[in-house]
T-cell receptor, first 117, second 114 residues
Framework: AQKVTQAQTEISVVEKEDVTLDCVYE???????LFWYKQPPSGELVFLIR??????QNEISGRYSWNFQKSTSSFNFTITASQVVDSAVYFC??????????????FGQGTTLQVKP | NAGVTQTPKFQVLKTGQSMTLQCAQD?????MSWYRQDPGMGLRLIHY???????DQGEVPNGYNVSRSTTEDFPLRLLSAAPSQTSVYFC?????????????FGPGTRLTVL
């Protein structure tokens, strides 16, 4: 079975603090993709990153960085020097061939991040 | 390109009423899908389509119907709305639905069933 767990339901930080959002996944597939989406208060889903299972290199994009570790089945997301505009719900998701080409994204429950000024 | 569009943005229904949520994409994507988002549960797949004339059920299909007569459109029908269908609905599309394809999401429809 495929599953994504985001154990942190809500996180509150003060602006300029660093924050890490955890994501743990379960899959039997050897080929899969992991995603992070941001859902700001306006409600739309904003794509942040896609990582395939063969690429374990960490990625940095501005203040955002992602740490992918297959050994622990984790794909954690760190925001450096957080800003109020980072306040949103963040979803981690998994897509694999175990979805039988349904394109079914398996989402975690989401982590609500509140960045206070 | 408009990407993935959804109408309406908000809707209030009474129990037992029917309605159709519209979804359209202009990217010539073969794969389209519908998700519902509920608090604490992330997004769950309702129905999906891998091309015109082909649809299949996802994780939570009960109470919803779909059809795909064109590549561009993938409407979601509620035949007899129930309060349990109060949710935010997202439509998504991708080139083929396979793992290498990025999925694009619409802006969502917030539905309340009284």
């Amino acid at each position: 079975a495929q599953k994504v767990t985001q154990a942190q339901t809500e996180i509150s930080v003060v602006e300029k603090e660093d924050v890490t959002l955890d994501c743990v996944y379960e899959t039997r597939d050897t080929t899969y993709y992991l995603f992070w989406y941001k859902q700001p208060p306006s409600g739309e889903l904003v794509f942040l990153i896609r990582r395939n299972s063969f690429d374990e290199q960490n990625e940095i994009s501005g203040r955002y960085s992602w740490n992918f570790q297959k050994s622990t089945s984790s794909f954690n997301f760190t925001i450096t020097a957080s800003q109020v505009v980072d306040s949103a719900v963040y979803f981690c998701a998994l897509l694999g061939p175990g979805s039988s080409n349904t394109g079914k994204l398996i989402f975690g429950q989401g982590t609500t991040l509140q960045v206070k000024p | 390109n408009a990407g993935v569009t959804q109408t309406p943005k908000f809707q209030v229904l009474k129990t037992g009423q029917s309605m159709t949520l519209q979804c359209a994409q202009d990217m010539n994507h073969e794969y389209m899908s519908w998700y519902r988002q509920d608090p604490g549960m992330g997004l769950r797949l309702i129905h999906y389509s891998v091309g015109a004339g082909i649809t299949d059920q996802g994780e939570v299909p009960n109470g919803y119907n779909v059809s795909r007569s064109t590549t561009e459109d993938f409407p979601l029908r509620l035949l007899s709305a129930a309060p349990s269908q109060t949710s935010v609905y997202f439509c998504a599309s991708s080139f083929s639905g396979r793992t290498r394809d990025e999925q694009f999401f619409g802006p969502g429809t917030r539905l309340t069933v009284l």
